[in-house]
């Protein structure tokens, strides 16, 4: 294994003093240990940020839930407010890794996590995200797993993560703090698409860190749903996956948020779905109609077009299970 | 090269040269591990102490820390990107948590740090320096199987045994975790990162489900 200077400041300043463009930040370690091995990651210097607090879970006083950057998966996925008020950021959660990966994995790390491609993680192949400008082994190569919405020419590897999936429909900022201070990203913001330059992933400048991820505060009256399609029942990333916010009014769709992971470069938010079916009635036929809309755009490669009629289905049977969810709700109030 | 299995001196390992003692002498030779024997009961009970402090520097490049490694004080030198699993095989001794994949994919490696279960090849050996970490030797109590050991033993939920110690330190987790789900669904879902490639999980699981009766003092 490749070697590193480590630092393990106990100040959000000195951690900021100490990082720099060639270097990275750890928390859990789960993706950026696995990645030195492997030679994908070189980082000069390690920060470790274990030292700085960054682990509470707020509710804020205009009802919004801030995350600390070092909250573990498995501990936001058990806390009893996104039980409660974020069902579908827990399910996700708990779709993702194991039990082992998500007590070590971090918020922040998690909304850092890198792709799967195989070509990215493996250092005898061409990838422009990996390597910018050698080409991308994907679109010629094996990519059944790879995305066919937010693709370039230059990459198509899928983001992995399934917690970004429900915080993209939930809605949210990412909270950065720098040398010149603070700011705020929206969720859907944060993460680039690759188009010419798959190597640039997010929206964070070399002097930041994320401290908090900031949820938008809960939809009263919603039902939410997060569906997992994948090649195996369990600890496998997702072929394609779906959450689902709606409210209704009586039959009538009154709000939705819809964002698919497995699927895309980037967390995704089905933004054209979600406008076709406000005031629409929760009906499969509706569903079915949003679902092709979310797809419209999509650019299939030559080993991966079933994603385009999985991830349709996906939206289907989430959005099917919200309305059920709410009108069993209904029903018995 | 075959070797002759004698079950009768295999009982005290401290009282025969054993294979797996004369590997981890070897093994233990060269490196900058605290010079504390951590095999057999009679050196188990002199580790429990304190080591004194050593006289000499690590090396240049390597940092001495201590680690909380089944009760016993560690003193290890490490570089700063080594991660515990090999500190644990490599610095300590402690050879019976495995490294499968070396990379978060099979659970091979599963420790406890501080009850929970994590990924040892993964973890930064530095930064559990205020933890409490617990192995597979770290489970028996005066000699006697944890309820779990004892239930895989009883269930033969392995076969050639590699992933095995992962298996169980899984299994104890999520035995004392009061918000895991007791059906056999949870917990195949809650093991899913421990992979058998002999496929025992059959067996796997009736010795987790068995184990959990004994742990509550059902059976």
Known sequence: ?333 | MTEHFDPGTQQDETASTSRRHFLKTVGASGVAAASVPLWGPAAQARAADDPPPRSDAPRQGLSRIRLNINGHLHTVDIAPQMVLLDVLRNESGLTGTKKGCDHGQCGACTVLVNGQAINSCLSLAISHQTDEITTIEGLEHNGELHPVQAAFWEHDAFQCGYCTSGQIMSAVALLNDKQMGESDAAVREAMSGNICRCGAYRNILAAVQDARQVMKGGA
Request: charged residues 25%; aromatic residues 4%; contains cysteine.
């Open chain 1, 1 to 333: 294994m490749r070697t590193f200077e480590l630092t393990r400041p106990t100040a959000i300043g000195d951690a900021l003093e100490h990082h720099g463009a060639r270097d990275a930040f750890i928390g859990g370690g789960t993706n950026l240990i696995d990645l030195v091995k492997l030679g994908v990651m070189r980082p000069e210097q390690v920060v470790d940020i274990n030292g700085l607090g960054l682990d509470d879970i707020e509710t804020l006083d205009d009802g919004r839930v801030s995350i600390g950057a070092r909250v573990s998966n498995a501990d936001l996925a058990r806390d009893d407010r996104i039980m409660r008020d974020y069902p579908v950021l827990s399910q996700a959660l708990l779709s993702g890794a194991s039990t082992s990966l998500r007590n070590m994995a971090t918020t922040a790390g998690n909304v850092m996590q890198r792709t799967r491609c195989p070509y990215f993680r493996d250092t005898a192949m061409p990838c422009n995200k990996r390597s910018p400008g050698s080409g991308c082994s994907a679109l010629t190569g094996i990519n059944r797993n790879h995305a066919v919405l937010g693709g370039s020419e230059a990459c198509i590897a899928v983001h992995p993560s399934d917690m970004c999936v429900a915080m993209a429909a939930i809605g949210g900022t990412v909270v950065l703090e720098g040398r010149k201070g603070q700011r705020e990203v929206p969720f859907a913001d944060f993460h680039l698409l690759p188009e010419r330059h798959p190597e640039k992933e997010h929206d964070l400048h070399d002097d930041e860190m994320i401290t908090h991820v900031i949820l938008d505060a809960p939809q009263a009256g919603a039902a939410s749903n997060y569906l997992k399609l994948r090649d195996r029942a369990s600890y496998e990333f997702a072929l394609a996956s779906c959450a689902a916010i709606l409210t209704l009014d009586g039959d009538t769709v009154s709000s939705v948020r819809l964002a698919l992971g497995g699927v895309a470069t980037k967390p995704w938010r089905a933004l054209d779905a979600e406008a076709a079916l406000v005031g629409m009635e929760a009906t499969t036929d509706s569903f079915e109609h949003a679902a092709v809309l979310a797809f419209q755009g999509a650019v299939p490669q030559s080993g991966n077009a079933f994603k385009v009629t999985l991830g349709q289905q996906a939206i289907v049977r989430s959005l099917r299970d919200a309305a059920r969810a709410l009108k069993a709700q209904g029903d018995r109030s």
